[in-house]
């Protein structure tokens, strides 16, 4: 079964903590192991996994912290992001907007200010609105609040 | 997964300046931080970005750190204007609502630089570097300038570097 393989491709894949310490070898088997998986299933398949994976098993603050570190360092960020406030929105949800405690290098930031402009979201694009604070943002707020009144 | 220098530089609002040896920042932002005390005061000008750090002193075992932790993200840099790349957190200490614009990388009333934008960390290696500075708007050309000292310090050690960087393809 394709679904089979491609959630155990993205289980071994995100199953890690980000913390890990690898050889330069070892870093680059990962990253050869998302290309390869990408080039497999597609994108839009492949992030539909990552989705999944994210939504079953990062449910504190600590995971979903730990799959947007990695989620960086794959380079997922790269991509054209479906729906990206409520992905964004996530992360923001389970960390209950402590970016001070949880997010100490500012990646959550990273990531909106790279997949909102790229899906064609001006506002976050950092030429035009040098002021942009994507825990500001109406259309991630509200998705927080989504994910709240669902009981994520 | 391509890299290198790029990012998102078109549009209207968003253009370049002419190309300078070193750019003041952009009077409209200039005047619109000067009203903001989270960013400007009237006596030293910009505040100082207590995460800026020189790029080459932030070296810790083939890693790039800032504040103890390896890079990653995307973090606002500027080059001065000896040469020097200084990069840091967008994070704003003043007020957790606001961020702090790329002046505040050097400080005070109007610093100038040779080239700004957001440089790109992937686990500690330096990925790639853009001209994305609303206060800056730097002219293209002058990202050759980055790019050129990128290299050299490849040059020195790519493990700094992403595997998938232009710099280290290019080595």
Partial sequence: MIEDRI???????FDRSYDDELSDEQEDALLDAVS????????????????????????????????????????????????????????????NYDTAKYDPNDVLDSIAITILPRAGFSEADLMTNTEYIPEKDPLIKAQVDEYAKQGY | MGSGIGGNYSGTSGSSQPYANTYKVVSSQLRKDKKDRDIYSGNSGYFKNPTAVYLESSVSENRIEIEGHRAEGKMTYVMDKTGN?????????NNAQKRAP???????????????????????????????SGHYKPNIKSLEKVDKALQQLCNKNPNLFSRDSKWRKKK
């Avoid at chain 1, 959630?7 to 894949?13: E, F, I, Q, S, V």
């Avoid at chain 1, 995971?63 to 479906?82: E, R, T, Y």
């Avoid at chain 2, 790349?85 to 200490?93: Q, T």
């Fill in chain 1, 36 to 95: 390869e998986q990408i080039t497999k299933y597609g994108w839009p398949d492949t992030f539909n996994s990552w989705l999944n994976f994210l939504y079953s098993n990062c449910t504190s603050a600590e995971s979903a912290m730990n799959f947007a570190n990695l989620f960086w360092w794959f380079g997922g960020q790269d991509h054209v992001i479906p729906e990206p406030h409520k992905f964004i929105a996530y992360f923001y949800y389970r960390i």
């Fill in chain 2, 85 to 93: 790349i200084i990069f840091g957190k967008r994070s704003n200490p």
């Fill in chain 2, 102 to 132: 790329h002046p505040t990388l050097i400080g005070g009333k109007n610093p100038e630089v040779q080239c700004a934008g957001m440089i790109d960390f992937r686990k500690g290696k330096i990925y790639s570097v853009d001209i994305s």
């Fill in chain 1, 7 to 13: 959630t155990k491709d993205t289980d071994y894949l």
